[in-house]
């Protein structure tokens, strides 16, 4: 396979061509936080060429001391407000988040493989 993607101390690889029929599974699913950085926040109005208070009053809620994305709930799911289930795709792609990006690359599914494959089908044994 060509496209499967290491990286060093991770006891697992992802395979990206997965992404094409899995259905978002990272953008969807249970309900859960899409941090967003205060850089994120302004790229990502940026990119929708959004007033960034307006942004955040539109597709931003407060966890804490951080922000995250707000989700939309669809029949028993959610769904990542920016998740294009017509194009299976993000739209704020290139403006996406940290947590985004570095999905399945987590610190916290190093030792949590086994919940990561059930969530991820691009999961693969290295
Ligand atoms: S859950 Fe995995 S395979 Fe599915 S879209 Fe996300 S990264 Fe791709
Ligand atoms: S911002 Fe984009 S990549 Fe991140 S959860 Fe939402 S739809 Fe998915």
């Known amino acids: 396979m060509s496209d499967i993607v290491k990286k060093e101390g991770y006891p697992y690889a992802f395979t990206p061509s ?16 899409i941090y967003v950085s205060k850089k994120e926040i302004f790229a990502i109005a940026e990119l929708l060429g959004m007033d960034v208070n307006e942004f955040g009053v539109k597709y931003l ?4 001391y951080k922000y995250s994305i707000k989700e939309n709930k669809v029949d028993e799911s959610y769904e990542c407000v920016f998740y ?10 290139q403006a996406r988040p940290s947590q985004c990006r570095t999905f399945p690359f987590w610190e916290y599914f190093k030792t949590r493989v086994d919940e990561l494959k059930s969530e991820c089908p691009g999961i693969v044994d290295v």
């Open 84 to 93: 294009d289930k017509a194009t299976n795709g993000c739209k704020i792609y």
């Open 61 to 64: 809620f407060k966890k804490g």
């Open 18 to 33: 997965a992404c094409a029929t899995c259905e978002g599974r990272c953008c969807t699913g249970e309900s859960g936080y």
